[in-house]
Nanobody, 125 residues
Framework: QVQLLESGGGSVQAGGSLRLSCSASGLPDGSNHLAWFRQITVSGREVVAIVALTGNYGRAAASLRGRFWVSRDYASNTVYLDIERLKVEDSAKYFC??????????????????WGQGTQVTVSS
């Protein structure tokens, strides 16, 4: 059973930094990527970053680069999202997602169909 456990959310002031973590377990063969999404409104989720679980590929969405950094720990299958210079508009629920063949949301040529419960980030001015 796939489990994606996010942590690290909270309330911070604008300009601060935050690290979110996603611990992944039970991933099936072929689930080689994890991603971060965020949901600001009920209309949908915005992709934040993607990282491969093998190799060195990882990047934030173009509009977020320079403030959002994605990394992973091989040994623990944990993915991190570091956010710098937080803005009020970064307030959202952040979700970790894992690759799922033939099902899910597309990003960067990968479908993400396994989802964590999310962690809330609230940025105040």
């Amino acid at each position: 059973q796939v489990q994606l456990l996010e942590s690290g959310g909270g309330s911070v002031q604008a300009g601060g930094s935050l690290r979110l973590s996603c611990s992944a377990s039970g991933l099936p063969d072929g689930s080689n990527h994890l991603a971060w999404f965020r949901q600001i409104t009920v209309s949908g989720r915005e992709v934040v970053a993607i990282v491969a679980l093998t190799g060195n590929y990882g990047r934030a969405a173009a509009s977020l680069r320079g403030r959002f950094w994605v990394s992973r720990d091989y040994a623990s299958n944990t993915v991190y999202l570091d956010i710098e210079r937080l803005k009020v508009e970064d307030s959202a629920k952040y979700f970790c997602a894992a690759e799922k063949n033939n099902d899910g949301v597309w990003f960067d040529g990968v479908r993400f169909g396994y989802w964590g419960q999310g962690t809330q980030v609230t940025v105040s001015s």
